[in-house]
């Protein structure tokens, strides 16, 4: 009997084997890799993935999928199937030999949530691809002076260097979605990318500046920083204070920040 996508957990199966193979080499995986894969589904992308690396953490909320997994992927050894939600899964628990790579085709509803929960274990994480829709993706890779470009851009720009590699067609999928995928690389930065004191102040800084993104920064952040320290890092770094938050770079934000 055919697998039926459950609606309810925003399942769209990948089929277009062509997009699969292109996945797979855009991974660059080695013998040597660990892999998390999250949602694995029927295990089309698993059993590409456990062929050219040395263990496989094929993760999956459905438990009737995992039935199927454990199945049809008997025979690859590498492969660990695990019945548990990603925002409920402790990473540390799982990669504590080697940094991980983590490959993923996630429900559009909470592709934020899934990559923040991956950023805290960012330390255990060598890199992230994800396949997302298209308009996060391009949330995702925007910079300053793109109408794309938000508050979520520099969190994950400031943890990762973010790129978006190729897009998909929603025929690729069963169902098709609404709307076409784009399949991204997020490469866990060694060091943040830009030098910041305090960065719940920086992130603080940043929310507050686009939560009013039609206000100038000088009346967004009005309450939130002292006018005369605002004042101080116009002058400083020659900003616009009439100048809308999509105007400033991650280092105009840190250089805020610090100041």
Partial sequence: MPVRPRKSLGQNFLIDKNILRKIIASCGLTPSDVVLEIGAGRGELTRLVAGKV??????????????????????????????????????????????????????????????????????????????????????????????????????????????????????????????????????VREEPAVRVADEKAFFRIIRSAFNKRRKTLRNSLNGVLPRHKLDAFFEKYGVDANARPERLSLQDFANLANI
């Fill in 54 to 187: 040395r263990k496989v953490y094929a993760l999956e909320i459905d438990r009737s999928l995992c039935g199927i997994l454990e199945k049809n992927l008997s025979d690859n050894t590498n492969i660990e199937i695990i019945n548990q939600d990603i925002l409920k899964f402790n990473l540390e628990k799982y990669l504590d030999e080697a940094k991980a790579k983590v490959i993923g085709n996630i429900p559009y509803y909470i592709s934020s949530p899934i990559l923040e929960h991956l950023i805290k274990f960012r330390k255990r994480i060598d890199t992230i691809f994800l396949t997302v829709q298209k308009e996060f993706a391009k949330r995702i890779v925007a910079k300053e002076d793109s109408r794309d470009y938000g508050s979520f851009s520099c969190f994950i720009q400031y943890y990762t260097l973010s790129e978006s590699l190729f897009f998909i067609k929603n025929t690729c999928f069963v169902p098709p979605p609404k709307v076409d995928s784009c399949f991204l690389r997020l490469k």
